[in-house]
């Protein structure tokens, strides 16, 4: 499954409402650390595919979603779980270590 593009309409039917852990990427075009990081994300989204939903939030065109999740620094990763914030992550990180953050 591919990255789905998470904005302030679907945030709850996609996030709040997901019956699976949902991987939040926190990213602007113009950020060189979130461009590294994403071709990570997409393969992330294609290996955990039915166990975790990937959704990309670019903070400049949803800086409402940016601001309740606290991002003052991208790329910012966020686990949620059940509707909460369970962990985050800012700064480039490799593979492994995102999906150390899932466990």
């Known amino acids: 499954m591919a990255e789905?593009?998470?904005?302030?309409?679907?945030?709850?039917?996609?996030v709040i409402n997901s019956d699976i852990p949902v991987l939040l990427d926190f990213w602007a075009s113009w950020?060189?650390?979130?461009?590294?990081?994403?071709?990570?994300?997409?393969?992330?989204a294609e290996d955990l595919a039915g166990k975790v939903k990937v959704g990309k939030v670019?903070?400049?065109e949803e800086p409402e979603l940016a601001g309740?999740?606290?991002?003052?620094?991208i790329p910012m990763l966020a686990v949620m779980k059940d509707g909460k914030l369970?962990?985050?992550s800012?700064?480039?990180?490799?593979?492994?270590?995102?999906?150390?953050l899932l466990k």
């Open 90 to 100: 800012v700064g480039y990180k490799p593979k492994a270590q995102i999906e150390a």
């Open 68 to 73: 309740a999740f606290q991002v003052s620094s």
């Open 31 to 44: 950020c060189g650390p979130c461009r590294m990081l994403s071709p990570v994300i997409s393969e992330l």
């Open 58 to 60: 670019n903070v400049d």
């Open 4 to 14: 789905l593009t998470i904005t302030k309409k679907n945030f709850e039917s996609e």
């Open 86 to 88: 369970v962990k985050t």
